[in-house]
């Protein structure tokens, strides 16, 4: 919609609004919370005490579920919420991951957790923003990444995540995956999934990414789905003994190839490097790179800022790029001085694996 423009009959929201509103009265929920903030009122009659879940639930009935993204109910978004209460993350800083409308949210909130929050919809993204406002949200896909040696040891981790996800299983083979690297050795996830998602066995990949989590607890959601069968019920789970202890094995050989003891915090810390100490990798074998492309880059990141830091390492007395060139040329076109980059030792067969396994991935993920 170009133009707000104030409706001038307002129907009821319940089985009325979708089914009667005229051309350019709002449609999408973007559009509608973009009324509300106009006009300070919303453009339908509504008595309830959740118009943004029962508006989607309204709008499902006119467009059906999109994407497998069930929203979560009431009463079982209150239950998501209730188990959280179980933990004290620390700074009570809880992820509400895979938001959608932000209805995790609205309950994490009510129990005074500090919630940031990401989707892969641009529009969710917007959405969470304008009605949440005391929370950070981000727009961030989770695709199928490699499995770097210590992709455990570089990436945020949280003490505490809760999630709906996307159902299907080719959008919950990365999640989980994702999730395994995002856990701190002690975090804990309350995730709502398909009845009896964890105990799959096939394919392969999804069995190693199960086995990454110990189920600690699961119950039967409280309230079903709207306009779906999909049986889903909640998880609680933590990382598995046995991948913490892989993964300090891989730490540990990765002391061995550098030849010095490492610390952990060497491979976590984002620093702010200035750019006119980083050079760019000669063995990187994506020579051809679209200006284009650099240019809606920078212009994503000065919208939204960067959600993965550059990688480098140390090599002719400069820092050298590892993984990010396109982020580093994009922070050069934005005028920047320093980008948050994350110092690391490694090999030039290293730098040439990651390099190339960067590109095979390129067209799958959010930046570049």
């Known amino acids: 919609m170009s133009k707000i423009v104030k409706v001038d009959k307002r129907y009821a929201l319940n ?15 973007l559009e509608i919370v973009l009324y509300w903030k106009e006009f300070g ?12 879940f029962d508006t989607m639930i309204e709008r499902q009935k006119r467009h059906g579920v999109i994407n497998s993204q069930y929203i979560t109910p009431d009463q079982t978004a209150r239950q998501l919420v209730e188990l959280t209460n179980n933990f004290i993350p620390k700074d009570h800083k809880v992820l509400d991951a895979c938001c959608g409308t932000g209805q995790l949210t609205k309950y994490l909130l009510e129990n005074k957790f500090n919630v ?13 923003k304008y009605i949440y406002p005391q929370s950070d949200f981000k727009l961030f896909t989770i695709e199928s990444k490699p499995d770097y040696e210590d992709q455990r040891e570089t990436s945020d981790k949280w003490d505490l995540i809760v999630s709906n996800p996307p159902h299907k299983q080719k959008d919950l083979i990365p999640f989980l995956n994702w999730l395994s690297t995002s856990l701190t050795n002690e ?18 990949k999804l069995e190693e ?6 189920v600690l607890h699961r119950e039967d959601m409280a309230e079903s789905f709207t306009y779906t069968k999909c049986a889903a019920e909640i998880y609680i789970v933590g990382l598995d003994e046995s991948y913490k202890s892989t993964t300090i094995n891989q730490f540990q050989k990765q002391e061995l190839k550098t030849g010095r003891i490492m610390e952990k ?4 810390k984002i620093q702010d490097i200035s750019l006119s100490k980083i050079s760019i990798n000669p063995l990187n074998p994506r020579k051809r790179i679209v200006d284009a492309e650099i240019a809606e880059l920078a212009y994503s990141i000065k919208e939204i800022g960067l959600l993965h ?15 990010g060139e396109c982020r580093y040329r994009a922070f050069i076109l934005n005028k920047d001085e320093t ?16 390099a190339l396994t960067e590109n095979l991935e390129r067209k799958k993920l959010i930046t570049c």
Request: with cysteine; aromatic share 12%; hydrophobic share 35%.
């Open 187 to 204: 975090g804990k996830a309350i995730l709502l999934l398909p009845k009896g998602f964890l105990t799959k066995v096939r394919p392969t």
């Open 41 to 52: 009122e919303l453009p339908f009659e509504y008595g309830g005490d959740n118009w943004v």
């Open 116 to 128: 940031t929050g990401f989707d892969a919809d641009p529009e969710m993204v917007e959405v969470c």
């Open 339 to 354: 980008i948050p980059a994350i110092i690391k030792e490694v090999t030039d067969e290293e730098v040439m694996l990651i």
């Open 15 to 29: 089985n009325s609004y979708f089914k009667n509103r005229k051309y350019n009265y709002p449609d999408t929920l």
């Open 309 to 323: 830091p550059i990688t480098l390492r140390y090599k002719d007395e400069k820092l050298q790029i590892v993984a």
């Open 265 to 268: 915090s060497d491979l976590r």
């Open 209 to 214: 990414y199960i086995k990454r989590l110990n």
